[in-house]
């Protein structure tokens, strides 16, 4: 989600599989219904006390661009990354890290921007987040924000749970954003 409104909410959709496909074929102003959002709120999880670098990979910047917007008090800095130029079309108004044009992947290019102090939180592609985590992993307030196919949305199917050091839980209720001690195999 990239805006809300009374009328509406603007998506940002990546058109891969049969469901994204046709939302992203849609004629605006069509109408869905929709359900959610489910999980556990980013606020209820991060510190309040703390100021924090946001990291996003491909699609995994959306959440963090609705959080920026919805609380940017908390925003020490941004680094959005994607692989191919085409993105720049899309987010012309967003900072971007992008490979194919800046030669660097967006965990390389927080090295640059982090410094001790700052919590961060990250969703995007598995390997920039086992990247993230490796480095900043004895950091305090680092948290992944995880993606997956989720079947329900509601925590029934269990088609989402992940191995934590509290046990299994799901990305769908118990998450999405998890502490990276929390998550030893993310390491």
Not at 18 to 24: G, H, Q
Not at 125 to 145: F, G, I, K, N, Q
Request: charge should be negative; proline fraction near 7%.
């Amino acid at each position: 989600m990239l805006a809300s409104s009374e009328r509406g909410i603007e998506l940002l959709v990546k058109s891969e599989g049969r469901v994204r496909e046709k939302l992203s074929c849609s004629p605006i102003g069509t109408l869905f219904q929709i359900r959610g959002p489910y999980g556990v709120p980013y606020l209820e999880k991060i510190s309040m006390e703390r100021s924090y670098l946001l990291v996003g990979g491909g699609s995994g910047i959306t959440p963090l661009l609705c959080f920026h917007a919805q609380y940017p008090d908390l925003v020490a800095g941004t680094v959005y990354g994607f692989r191919t130029a085409d993105a720049l079309e899309l987010l012309p108004d967003v900072p971007l890290v992008v490979e194919e044009v800046d030669g660097e992947l967006a965990d390389e290019r927080v090295r640059s921007i982090w410094s001790p102090g700052l919590g961060i939180i990250a969703c995007g592609p598995e390997p920039m987040l086992r990247a993230l985590a490796r480095e900043y992993r004895d950091r305090p307030d680092v948290y992944v924000s995880l993606e997956a196919r989720i079947g329900c949305g509601i925590g029934s199917c269990l088609g989402c749970s992940i191995p934590t050091t509290t046990g299994t839980q799901r990305i769908c209720r118990d998450g999405p954003l998890f502490a990276v001690s929390e998550l030893p195999w993310l390491i």
